[in-house]
């Protein structure tokens, strides 16, 4: 057990910290709100310093390294309050799905624009009828010549008014059982037919989408995996998606301790510094030693992932407990100041933590619902037998 | 031991929850809330003529139309000029009030101090003319009178002699101002000993009718989530067979009715002038905040991803709630002055 | 709406709460482990001072006042933290049920003495293997000429170390359905074959038993309604044993939240007040909005009773609520002074807590497990569809 | 970055484990819980013999150890020995601890004064004589040698000449004693400065070792709770496809995972000395202790009855849960000092 750096990770993690404090420090906080464009212009200049793509290959552009670096890199984003890539779903997701399932042409295709934040991309696996159950999708992509033919519909698809391909589920053989009739696509967002209606979430923020595919004609070998691999395919994203997720998480929360540790070491709109509270202090306490619970259970699980090539089980509870954690957290930052923090123009107290409070909400139900996570972890870690 | 309203109350709540429902669907809910006023100006006339806004009715009276303005949210100035301001007020002002010729508020809040109702103000009176900053005034706006709390008492200001600034909160109909005062014309109300009971019974009414209003937001957000929980499919059954949905509504219903046996405690106790007034305030405050806020969450979380959006009317209430809960300072600053009681 | 007393009410209290000062003022206070005996005269002494029955017929010995005496009747014991009459499980249980489905002969046998003390009942209705599903218990009882011969097991039956009945559902009808083949009988426990186990609890407590019937002879007519009825008399018993259950627990309720209140109020073995700890009155403060809380339901329970005959709905959540208040209330207290609070013989900050901390881990599980208790409120008093 | 145990460690856990299941099954432990002294006398020499009490044992390999007798209760001086005694003697006592010659504990807290500790003391020491009285001694009754907290420093003090009062705790295998000292010769061991750095140090590795029990109490209970949820039947199925049950499991084990790491992270923190030390212990002991008792709450809710018998093994794991979570303050206690480093 040694939770020093090596000599190597030190190095890297001193050479990004100062890239960072040369290219980043001094911009203004971004409130959630962020100019994508900035954002988009910020992922390429990570990308030229080498900060992307830490753990891909070095033959599909990236560094080959080891997901410790990975880790470092979160945490000291975190650190310096400096927003991320914007790719995610393209880096998160599609990438690697791409690395695993794609033909030598995709990769060469898709990879490259993908890190460097040229390309960005989206997903569309959710239904409005089927939530939590992906398998009951209905869009469905019927061969047509050299093409496949796709309609249907998607909801809560991050980026995808920005999009420029789509990651799709698709059911390609009605007649299979649920789970064999599904395959996986990808599709350009600018073909013809394809309609995306931003859905506006409970913070006034349109951060998902929908996406209408409208007879929409897909090349056949824009395809991951063969027909009726969708499922398979599909289990590779969504492993990806969460794998990578613990230390984002946890780099995330601490990021946002740390702004409550800011905010209540200073008098408030009333006057009073809200550290001298001690319900206060309790809850903050609270915070931080969850925060140091979540990363360090994150380290165990990519300990685990550097021995054996799989991460530790112990990271599964990861999510469930930062989003809970991360409810509280902006909870209690809001309710510091009683109907101050309510004001919506009340800078700076409000706009960060009034946006982050109500984007709390949804941490429990994106990227997993907690009673869906609560049932995998029942399941597949505790053993225990299956509800359904 | 009679814990039931009269015929005539349940008469009352039957018709304001029609009205209510029947004005102010979940859409047109939505469009006021995001107009530029948040509130629906022609509504007034028709609260006076329908008699919300009588002299003669008692608190337990106007307890019924709280919940009810909870329940489907009113977006006028109904809880500033009825629990606020009236009571402060003569008579001839309540007769203005009734005739729905004049809609009030409270300024107490001032910037960088103490904001709960109360803790002492700088605001002074001097010859007759008020000077002094006031925040966080709710529907500081569309008031056309302000009760301001000075240093040495209570004093009647009109709007058209301040300068108001509309500030918008995260609940689109219930927003809040800055009031600026400058040698403002005040009519006194009630001075030293007088003005600090009389304000001390201003927040306990305050808070009983903030109480309610959690009740009826509560009540909402708990039906919006059964009925969903009812309908709504996956892996082929409805969401409401599986536990971590159906226990969800279940501990929903036990804090709401927690929340709703306090807030009738509170209002009866304020009607009553009861000595215990002041705890059960704080009491159903405390708890009512919470239970809404918590009805709230819960029921987007069982709506799951369509009740995290702007369309879904779920986020109006749960910004109600907020708002109800974080009034005077959080549920922690009235257990806080619980505690004193029991403890000192 | 009116929470004053009536004249009578006020009467009726300021008489009791006098009987009170002078029969009960002054004895020690009972850690939950009692002596029977000494609870048995006591249960007389309220029988014979006219406080037993306060709701029952008078033709049953009872006084006939509505059921708001008998709430008056419940915080005045609290207040004066007198314990209660011994007979619980007659008064609630088989009383209530003898009175609906009894005859004439037996109503006339069994209903004065289970008033007065002089004998004491228990119940046989869960069995190892059943748990929370009634319905599906074993213990039989066959017909052999004018008696039932009773076979089979109990389990969690308190008092009956000490009863002298016990009202038993047995399955006489194998070949029935599940629920069509129960019938409900009073069983001697002084009979041969009649075998009482005491249950050890957590708290080192026998409060439990365990009965085993062994070829137990039941005379034919000591049954409660008819062979098959058991379920439907059953029921009768549950719906008495959770209707008078509410203001018994927040009674119990604002007892433990005044000890609690003195505990704090004074210095513990370490010196210090908890009273001066924010975060410690932030909890006190809590549990007593808490109490008043399933106090004033159980208020708006009762007077939908009294207007209708049926106890309103929204008292099904206190006993849910109460075990969960019981819980935080007795484990805050027992850590106030640290590992001061397990010293087993540090009286008497300790013995009391110490015994009601644990006993309150029960509170979740007896009388319906917390689990059935959300099942029902979501089934039958939301109305959502059954989970099983 | 490698949160592992070494090979040598996991070995250790292993033969660890397998001797404790098999000298103390559900049926032994509670025997000599519900026993006299709740010591099993005869396993100190094999302790010796097994190595444990070496004093070449890194703090991490003791980290194994102290989590495998959380998992299953060492009915010995383990801890008291070990993490609260040696690390304050000398060498020599050292090598009589590693000999099975030995057992420590510490005296701290005194009777009628606040009880953590790092709060002051009033026992003296003039002479080389020690006065003063001791409460909640850990294993008080059993030890050998006495470390004393004094005002001016710590000292040992042999069991001799003190006089002990055993007092049993709810933990029938982790009693306490009072301890009187009158004039009874002591040898000093550290002073001033030293002794402080040493007793804050003691804290530290005593807060880990607890933290390490709590994880291995957690995770016993959580074993019994999904054995039980597999096999026990309600309503015709395993209890364990409810998600009111399978959710419980989930719970804990997220908890336990979230405790496990600041676990392991304050036992490393603690071998390396490292600066982050205090504030990993302080976390670790707040959650673990937390996660302990929360896991055995869980476990017996989820058994039902059975999980509230005296007869079964469950409530042995609660009480010790309920030890640990007590020790030197409740939870709150830790987490004041942690906001003491990020809020002053």
């Known amino acids: 057990m040694d939770f020093h750096d090596t000599p190597e990770e030190a190095a890297f993690r001193a050479e990004l910290r100062s890239w960072l404090s040369e290219h980043w420090a001094g911009r203004p906080l971004e409130g959630g709100r962020g100019d994508f464009d900035a954002l988009r212009r910020w992922g390429g200049e990570l990308y030229e310093a080498g900060y992307v793509g830490l753990t891909w290959p070095s033959e599909y552009g990236g560094r080959g390294l080891s997901p410790t670096y990975q880790a470092i890199y979160l945490e000291e984003m975190s650190r310096a309050n400096a927003p991320g890539h914007p790719g995610v779903i393209g880096l998160n997701m599609a990438g690697p799905t791409i690395i695993a399932w794609g033909t030598p042409e995709q990769k060469e295709r898709y990879l490259r624009p993908l890190l460097d934040g040229s390309e960005i991309w989206c997903q569309g696996f959710s239904e409005p009828g089927s939530g939590s159950d992906l398998a009951s999708g209905r869009t469905s992509a019927v061969l047509d010549g050299d093409h496949w033919v796709v309609n249907g519909q998607k909801v809560w698809s991050s980026y995808a008014h920005k999009a420029d391909f789509c990651i799709l589920v698709v059911r390609t053989d009605p007649s299979a059982p649920k789970h064999a009739g599904l395959s996986y696509l990808i599709v350009d967002m600018h073909a013809p037919g394809v309609t995306v209606r931003p859905l506006v979430q409970i913070t006034g923020d349109p951060e998902f989408n929908e ?3 409208d007879d929409v004609r897909v090349p056949r070998d824009s395809i991951l995996g063969g027909p009726g691999d969708g499922w398979k395919v599909a289990m590779t994203t969504l492993l990806h998606e969460r794998g990578t997720l613990g230390f984002a998480l946890s780099a995330e929360l601490e990021r946002m301790v740390n702004q409550l540790i800011k905010l209540v070491k200073e008098p408030g709109p009333d006057g009073r510094r809200p550290a001298d509270d001690p319900v206060i202090r309790d809850a903050v306490a ?3 030693i969850e925060m140091q619970s979540l990363r360090f259970t994150n380290y165990r699980s990519l300990t685990t992932l550097l021995e054996t090539g799989i991460p530790g089980p112990e990271g599964s509870g990861v999510k469930l407990a930062w989003s809970e954690a991360n409810q509280r957290l902006t909870s ?7 109907l101050h923090g ?47 | ?7 005539e109350q349940e008469q009352l709540r039957g018709f304001a929850r029609e009205f209510l429902a029947s004005r102010y669907d979940d859409v047109r809910l939505a469009e006021i809330a995001d107009s530029a006023t948040g509130v629906d100006e022609d509504v007034w006339p028709k609260l006076a003529s329908m008699g919300w806004l009588d002299q003669d009715l008692t608190f337990l009276d106007q307890a019924v139309l709280f919940e009810e303005t909870g329940h489907r949210p009113l977006p006028a100035p109904y809880f500033s000029t009825v629990a606020l301001a009236a009571p402060a007020l003569d008579a001839e002002a309540g007769k203005r009030i009734a005739s729905g010729a004049l809609r009030a508020t409270l300024a107490w809040a001032e910037p960088g101090r103490p904001q709960a109702l109360l803790d002492p103000v700088e605001t002074s009176v001097s010859g007759g003319r ?35 600034t509309p500030r918008s909160t995260i609940d689109g109909t219930r927003r809040v101002a800055d009031v600026r005062f400058s040698s403002a014309p005040a009519r006194a109300l009630a001075s030293g000993e007088e003005a600090r009971v009389l304000l001390g019974r201003l927040r306990d009414r305050a808070y009983a009718a903030l109480a309610l209003e959690g009740v009826g937001v509560a009540q909402r957000a708990l039906d919006l989530l059964v009925a969903y929980a009812r309908e709504r499919e996956q892996f082929g059954r409805p969401i409401g067979v599986y536990q971590a949905v159906s226990h969800k509504a279940s501990n ?45 969450e819960n029921a987007i979380q069982g709506h799951g991803g369509i009740g995290f959006t702007w369309e879904h009317v779920l986020h109006r209430y749960y910004k109600r709630a907020q708002w109800l809960a974080a009034f005077d300072g959080p549920e922690r600053a009235q257990r806080a002055e619980v505690a004193a009681f029991l403890l000192d």
Do not use: H
């Open chain 1, 211 to 213: 996406i209408f595919f």
């Open chain 1, 286 to 288: 609270r915070e931080w």
């Open chain 1, 332 to 338: 209690l930052a809001q309710s510091v100041f009683g």
């Open chain 1, 342 to 388: 309510l004001v919506s123009d009340d800078a700076p107290w409000n706009g960060f933590w009034q946006y982050w409070q109500l984007r709390s909400r949804g941490n429990t139900i994106e990227a997993g619902t907690s009673e869906i996570l609560r049932n995998i972890i029942a399941e597949r870690v505790l053993g225990l037998p299956k509800g359904r």
């Open chain 2, 1 to 7: 031991m009679d814990f039931a309203f009269s015929e």
């Open chain 2, 130 to 164: 008020l000077d002094g900053v006031k925040t966080l005034v709710p529907d500081g706006a569309v008031a056309d009178l302000f009760v301001v709390v000075a240093a040495d008492g209570l004093y009647a200001v009109e709007a058209a002699d301040a300068e108001v």
């Open chain 2, 252 to 296: 929903v219903y036990v804090r709401l009715q927690e929340a709703r046996s306090l807030a009738y405690w509170a209002a009866w106790c304020v009607s009553e002038d009861d000595e215990m007034a002041r705890q059960a305030c704080l009491a159903a405050k405390a708890l009512a905040g919470s239970a809404a806020v918590f009805a709230c």
